[in-house]
């Protein structure tokens, strides 16, 4: 029988990479995103590709919304196998103007939903009793703290403890817990913090703040939604059964662990 995949935030950018993959690697898919004229244009491309999939919508910071995705999936497939907690909004500011709400946005979407997305997911594999995956999206910014992107780095350093906490806890009950880490990928999270960037520095145009980072890519060039891809079907797959509570590197060559 077909495995069964939710990819949250997958109505574009990685997210949608990441679900292709995996509906190639065999998986049945269940999209979702908070945007539904996006998800719908995204179940409709799926579809026509003769992807076995549905689409559920709803915002990964509500602990309700990510119970509910799981039901959905589980009512349309019968099970459930890998939950790639994706979902994740950007912001940019200099730490001294950080105020009150945007650092609660920010973490209710990147931590808060990465929390009840993995215990959506694991409690369903528990009722199953089978083997589950989660993987979450995590980002070099989980391992080095940038500039202006201070908020955005503080909820992924989050995302990777609680990668380190979930699967120790449960690896007991057959759950593997990790995440991927990506550098910079030209989707509209990048096009949003080039944009913010910039204004911040009178010497520095549109693009400049991306090329920047791009320029210190040891491989040369920018990450395409299928490297992340590539690394998530791995974790997804069976050959990375003895791997758990890692928070995996995937970003042609800037941070060096
Ligand atoms: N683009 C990059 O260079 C990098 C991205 N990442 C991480 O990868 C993940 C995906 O990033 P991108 O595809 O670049 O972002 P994106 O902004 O292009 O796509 C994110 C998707 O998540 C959806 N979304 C936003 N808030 C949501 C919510 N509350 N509930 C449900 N869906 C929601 C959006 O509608 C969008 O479709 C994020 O967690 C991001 O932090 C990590 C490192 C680098
Ligand atoms: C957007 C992101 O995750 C960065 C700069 O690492």
Request: net charge negative.
């Amino acid at each position: 029988m077909s495995k069964v995949a939710i990819v949250t935030g997958s109505a574009g950018g990685l997210g949608k990479g990441i679900a292709k993959r995996l509906s190639e690697d065999g998986f049945k898919i269940v999209l979702h995103d908070i945007n539904k004229k996006m998800l719908d244009s995204t179940l409709k491309e799926f579809k026509d590709a003769g992807v076995d999939s549905i689409a559920v919508a709803g915002d990964v910071s509500k602990r309700d919304d990510q119970f509910n995705l799981v039901k959905e999936a589980v009512d349309a497939f019968g099970q459930l196998d890998v939950f790639v907690n994706n979902a994740g909004i950007d912001v940019v500011s200099p730490f001294l103007e950080i105020d009150e709400n945007e650092l609660n946005k920010t973490f209710s979407v990147n931590v808060n939903g990465t929390v009840f997305g993995t215990q959506a997911a694991a409690k369903q594999f528990i009722k199953q009793g089978t083997k589950g995956k989660v993987i979450n999206a995590c980002s070099i910014a989980g391992h080095e703290s940038y500039e202006m992107l201070g908020t955005y780095s503080a909820t992924k350093h989050a995302v990777r403890s609680f990668t380190h906490t979930a699967s120790k806890e449960l690896a007991a009950d057959n759950i593997r817990v990790n995440a991927y880490c990506p550098g910079v990928a030209g989707t509209s999270m990048w096009d949003r913090i080039d944009e913010e960037m910039v204004k911040y520095y009178d010497n520095m145009e549109r693009g400049d703040a991306y090329k920047q980072f791009v320029d210190g890519i040891s491989l040369g060039r920018s990450q395409e939604p299928e490297d992340v891809a590539n690394l998530v079907s791995f974790l997804a797959s069976d050959d990375s059964d003895y791997i758990t509570g890692q928070a995996i590197i995937t970003d042609g060559g800037i941070v060096y662990r």
